[in-house]
Every structure is written in C-alpha cells, then in structure tokens.
C-alpha cells in the first residue's frame, strides 16, 4: 500500500485561501469519500472552500483551471479511474494527470491530485478515507494544494 513513508506533517494556518474541490462523479462510493476527506483538510487548515462536482475524470482540468482563473487560490482535483478491458483507462488517466499538471504550470496554483487509477473498485474503497480505508487520498490531495499554496504565497510575498 502507497502511503508509506509519508511525511508527518504539523498543523496549518489556511485563513483566507480559497480551495475549490474539484470531483468526478464516476464510482459514487468512493469518489464521496474522497470529497469528504478533502473538506476535513480544508475545514482543518480553515480555508474557505466548495465542492463543484463534474462528470467523470476526463472533465477536471478545465474545471480546475476555471477555478483558478475565477480566483481560487489552489483546486483539489479527485477522481476514480478503474482499469477495465480497454485502453480507455490509460487514455483517460494520462489525459487528467497531463492536463492537471498544465492547469497548474498554466496558472502558477497548485492543483492538489488526488485522482486514484485502480485495478479494481477495492483499491478504491482502501484509499477513499472511508471506514476501513487505510489511506485517505482525498484529505492527502487537498492538504498537499493547502500547504503548496501556502507556500507559494509566501515566496510572492
């Protein structure tokens, strides 16, 4: 399981940033988890903050990019991605990480990722944050854009 050797990371102070929580739709279950564990995050470090939920994984770059450009100060992009039978999983997957990577390049904010590319839908349910979980992918994902953000505001000063 990924998660091992993660950082222990201290509290953070996010007064005044705004997050846009950005989330697919696909594989209800898990994606729910995801946004509940990213508004923890957020509601942890107290930033302002909204969900804004989109079709599936293929849509999250725009949106984000969208959100940055209305203002926000870092999105949190969470999607699932199961692998099925096709090569659809691979072409969806590289296009939400290409084009998170861009929206955030493009923008100069950080774009916390928390899309899960999953074999199968127990993957999924092991990472979602949800009861049983052993990791919590969507509070992982809007703590790294929070803190990113951070940063970024301090070297702007």
Known sequence: MSGKGAPQQREVD????????????????????????????????????RVVRVPGSFELPVVAKAALEAGADAAVALGVIIRGGTPHFEFVAAAATDGLTRVALDTGKPVGFGVLTLDDEQQGLDRAGLPGSHEDKGFEAADAAIRTALAVRELRG
């Open 14 to 49: 996010a007064t005044g940033l705004d997050i846009v929580i950005v989330a697919g739709q696909w594989h209800e279950t898990i994606a729910d988890g995801l946004i509940a564990g990213a508004v923890r995050a957020a509601e942890a470090a107290g930033a302002r903050h």
